[in-house]
């Protein structure tokens, strides 16, 4: 009887698909918390270090952070107060996108100082045979080389047909310092 249990059992614990995809430099990356506490530059918009792999890791700081400037050529970051980040998409000296997050909306300021931005969570299934929600965050923080970092972290869970799945990704992403952010002005 046991064996037909397990017998019966075996196709509902294959149909359970989940994968995993964790970049271990993303756990180990170096925070620099007196850079970060008072946070105020520019940085280039695209990486030059990104976690590779079963998923990759946004190329851009306006693609992790679902910005729509992502041919901006650089991104300045303001810590405004301990409860407000300004995030400002430039190209040619001009803004092209900007966007403050705020504690307690899409923002969470951690005892070390890192910042933690939400994502929207999205749900959908785009003409396919499933359904599926994920969202996540991207965690900001200067390295102990003075280049951004960020660390994105997304969950997914859905059906495919009649399996579920489950996805879990966390990865990073370097950006290079291009110089301290200029006092800020507000357009």
């Known amino acids: ?42 940085f280039w918009n695209v990486s030059f270090y990104r976690s590779q792999g079963e998923f990759l890791a946004s190329d851009s700081v306006a693609e992790a952070l679902n910005a729509p400037a992502r041919s901006a050529d650089q991104v300045y970051i303001w810590l405004l107060t301990d409860k407000a980040v300004l995030v400002r998409f430039v190209t040619e000296g001009k803004t092209v996108h900007e966007r403050v997050y705020r504690e307690d909306v899409d923002l969470k300021t951690l005892p070390d100082q890192r910042l933690v931005l939400s994502k929207k969570t999205e749900c959908g299934g785009h003409d396919s045979p499933g359904f599926a929600c994920g969202g996540g965050t991207a965690t900001l923080f200067v390295n102990s080389n003075g280049a951004l970092a960020i660390v994105e972290s997304s969950a997914a869970a859905g059906m495919l047909g009649l399996i579920p799945v489950a996805i879990y990704a966390k990865h990073l992403a370097l950006f290079g310092r291009v110089q301290d952010a200029p006092p800020l002005k507000i357009d």
Do not use: Y
């Open 1 to 42: 009887m046991n064996f037909l249990r397990t017998l019966a059992a075996l196709p509902l614990l294959l149909a359970l698909s989940a994968c995993v995809s964790i970049d271990s430099r993303a756990l180990r990356e170096e925070l620099d918390v007196a850079a970060t506490k008072d946070l105020r530059a520019a």
